[in-house]
């Protein structure tokens, strides 16, 4: 293991993860690594879900870069060891107990969650737990398939727990680049200016007498499987290729497009994935979480380099990605989310930011967390850092749910998460709606006959038409019905479970 823990000063914080559970105690603040769910701590969250089996009182205030997997927030909800959750998740034991309010939990944007974290706006963080490949000679940390907030939370802990994880290839080393943001007024601009620039290190900083404990574990990344290419995704992928090459007749596009956004789960992934059989070459992708579709990209040779904060390929992809890493080792960084999500970024570099939503209303505004307007599904995650900051804004969704019992495209969306001022482009399978420029009225009309399903079309141009013959016409609504239109799918069950953003 010496080519793993290289500081020989540290070999006597080597210790169990039973061991290690013992530093935690009830109501300390922990923040760990981990993003979509990729680099995230196992084996010490496991030890903390026994102690509490075995009786021990701990509940936690948990702080993590974005969603993590089933050994860290599913076994700690499991057993009520979750008080506080920040900024996302996906898994299904958490998302429950915040649905039933056993953990009260704050819908974040990701770039804001390294920010509070310096400010102390969430308190003292006690412990970071953070999974690594190795620990260099210095004490400093190597991460895994992830960084997410993982240096913030080594910066600002008082104590460190580090999870060297031997199933993580140990040629993940040289991947990162990690960069560190003052706090105002010593704020200084990102000196990033392309998307492969390096303006860090490739480890984390860390005092050494800070690590309390150093826990050696093989457990895997429990990344989420994605669902293959249906006639829909393929649908609103040709859409938005159409759409983009347009851009590029008008001039408003290079050939080669700007650096890419997206978030994650089956149906990015997809939408992503029809680039690959797109005219579109030369690309480069700034994103948040590099999954199957980028690594598709990188083979067919469309995109030369792709920038994120985490590696997250399906399980049924990951021993290969691993076993020919060498092929795309010079083509990917990972670096802290506080950078792959900065606004400042984003902005400069123009990125065409793509995002997943669950309903959009006839104006332009997008739900991408709450089925209903209150059942809370992952969380906005990182859309919003792109969305108002991006070159163009695009949000996809089917224009159906529940197989054709509910519309997307409804008259008043039942949460807000993006409004009207953040939309340019929205995409389905029935084509695209450009609402740059357009007025309310102009937005509806556009949306509903571009991007609503035929099922849809006459009931939505009915409220509308009918909304435009109150008093006040700039963006006509008949509230109460507005509200109605929900209500009635209550009787057809519950919104489908869609995925959206990281």
Not at 220 to 232: E, F, G, H, L
Not at 355 to 378: C, F, K, L, W
Not at 431 to 456: F, Q, T, W
Not at 458 to 471: I, P, S, V
Request: charged share 25%; with cysteine.
């Amino acid at each position: 293991m010496n080519n793993r823990l290289r500081c020989n000063e540290l070999q006597n914080k080597v210790m169990s993860a039973k061991d290690a559970a013992k530093l935690f105690e009830n109501d300390m603040i922990v923040g760990t690594s981990g993003f979509t769910p990729a680099g995230y701590p196992k084996a010490v969250p496991l030890a903390i879900a026994d102690r509490v089996k075995n009786g021990d009182n701990i509940e936690l205030t948990l702080i993590t870069g974005a969603s993590v997997g089933p050994e860290l927030d599913g076994a700690l909800a499991e057993v009520g060891a979750i008080k506080r959750r920040y900024p996302y998740q996906t898994n299904a034991n958490c998302r429950n107990s915040i649905n039933n309010s056993k953990i009260n939990y704050s819908d974040m944007h990701l770039s804001h969650t390294p920010q509070w974290v310096k400010y102390g706006f969430f308190g003292n963080i006690d412990i970071a737990i953070v999974e690594a490949v190795a620990i260099t000679e210095e004490g400093y940390i190597i991460p895994s398939t992830s960084i997410g907030n993982s240096n913030v939370f080594v910066e600002c802990a008082d104590k460190v727990i580090v999870e060297i994880n031997t199933s993580q290839p140990i040629e993940l080393e040289g991947i990162h680049d990690i960069y560190n943001v003052d706090t105002p007024p010593n704020r200084k601009p990102i000196p990033l200016i392309r998307v492969d620039d390096r303006i860090g290190t490739n480890y984390i900083p860390c005092d050494k007498e800070k690590i309390a404990a150093i826990v050696f574990t093989d457990l895997k990344d429990q990344t989420r499987p994605v669902a293959p290419i249906d006639s829909v995704s393929a649908k609103m992928a040709n859409n938005l290729i159409e759409f983009l090459k347009d851009e590029v007749k008008a001039n408003r596009l290079p050939k080669n497009l700007l650096p890419l956004q997206s978030g994650v789960g089956s149906v990015a992934n997809a939408i992503l994935g029809g680039l690959v059989n797109s005219e579109f070459e030369d690309l480069v992708v700034y994103s948040e979480v590099i999954q199957d579709s980028v690594i598709d990209l990188i083979e067919s040779e469309k995109v030369k380099f792709a920038s994120g904060t985490s590696l997250t390929i399906s399980p049924e992809r990951l021993d290969k990605f691993y076993d020919n890493f060498s092929k795309y080792k010079d083509k990917l960084i990972l670096r802290p989310q506080e950078i792959s999500n900065s606004p400042e970024v984003a902005r400069r570099l123009g990125v065409i930011a793509i995002n997943t939503a669950i309903e959009v209303d006839i104006y332009g505004n997008v739900n991408s967390t709450n089925i209903m307007g209150s059942r809370m599904m992952n969380g906005i995650g990182g859309s919003g850092d792109f969305a108002r900051n991006g070159y163009l804004t695009i949000f996809t969704t089917e224009s159906i749910a529940k197989n054709g019992d509910i519309s997307s495209i409804v008259p008043m969306v039942s949460h807000h998460d993006h409004t009207e001022h953040d939309v340019m482009v929205i995409v389905t399978e029935q084509g695209v709606a450009d609402l740059r420029g357009l007025s309310p009225k102009e937005r509806a009309l556009a949306i509903i006959e571009n991007c609503a399903h035929p099922d849809y079309k006459d009931e939505l141009y009915d409220y509308f038409n009918r909304a435009c013959t109150g008093k006040y016409k700039h963006t006509p609504h008949i509230l109460e019905e507005a509200l109605s239109w929900h209500d009635k799918f209550l009787k057809k069950g519950s919104m489908m479970e869609k995925e959206v953003n990281v």
